[in-house]
DNA sequence: CGTCTTGATGTCAGGGACTGACATCGCCTA
DNA sequence: TAGGCGATGTCAGTCCCTGACATCAAGACG
């Protein structure tokens, strides 16, 4: 229990997870994640803002991938198809680890608070969207219901690759998605 | 201060949004709004599940309009039309309130914990939407790609109806923020 | 080799959100 | 008019989270 072990940030996560898992996010104190990782609770918050972002250290990867891909795309594409190419590079992140994926999911789904924050994270991510498109020229309606949507149909392929027992990747899931969005669209406007 | 005045509940969110507005989220106390509406922090917590509850205590109609309206359009509409009016009947609920609307979303927008409780409810609405669209016979994904477009449709609009200082009610600006997907996805398609 | 600086950690005290258990009050009904 | 009963009050306690200050290990530097 030295005090100097390495990694203290990567050992309250796993402790975090762990617990969460065993005995649920609100039956466990942030007492008994320090303990685990042989910490203490005040280092706790001083590396997560609260109890909840132990489990969303990771979105900040996210999001500089998303606006990265964003800025990289043909100066000439339609919005749309800009947030669902950033979109699918984002999701080729998760390949490899969606065993992972759905521990963590399971364990924010069975708690309002965990979810209250995954949202946040995921509105987080729209708001770059919208920026970063608009930083390429997009105006800004089309900007934001582009980041709007593209993050809307992103929870959704999301929720239907974890669900899912295929061989498909993420990124799969989430071109799906837009094709379904396309045709949706399509028959709305044939009315 | 009596013990049966009437509508605690009301007071309570009273003295919170003026509490709120005056000095901020979280330099209001729950003892303080209690007091301030003639009760007890206990009782607080009888009428409201948290301190961020008293702002959304309105959510619940909103759900039910939804889910009316969906319920109610025409069986052969398609999915994201019978969205977009159920939309817009909501937003009809809002006109005469812009100013409440824009009181209580400032305190909202200025502090993080209000925000995320705003995006749950907004889910909520989502996942409402989604089953009562399945409800009706729209396909599984389908649905919700629709719901979840039509939130963030709603957001958006949502947003630029309190920002803007026009004539028009939120319903209007729904109307117009799927009139630009609409464009959008066409736009994309064309690609 | 010893000292100094620096960043990470520990310790302590305390406020405020939230809960469970139990008491009290006022309206309503038999 | 005595209960029943729902809404409120009181009290004690847990846990989240923070500020202030002390301590420790490692590298810098003389």
Known sequence: ???????ARGRLEDA??????????????????AQRAGLTERTFFRHFADKREVLFSGSAHLHDVLVGAVAEAPADAPPLTVVATALERVGSL???????????????NANGELLERELVKLAGLAEALDAALRARGTAEG??????????ALFRSAFTSW??????????????????????????????
Request: net charge negative; aromatic share 8%; charged share 25%.
């Open 162 to 191: 974890i669900a899912a027992d295929d061989t498909a990747g993420l990124s799969e899931h989430i071109r799906a998605a837009f094709t379904s969005l396309h045709s949706l669209a399509v028959a709305s406007s044939a009315k």
């Open 16 to 33: 975090a997870l762990d617990l969460f898992t065993e005995r649920g996010y609100d039956k466990t104190t942030i007492a008994e994640i």
């Open 1 to 7: 229990m030295a005090r100097w072990e390495p990694n």
């Open 94 to 108: 998760f390949e490899e680890r969606r065993s992972y994926a759905r521990r963590r999911q399971a364990a924010i």
């Open 142 to 151: 089309p900007a934001s219901v582009a980041a709007e949507t593209g993050i």
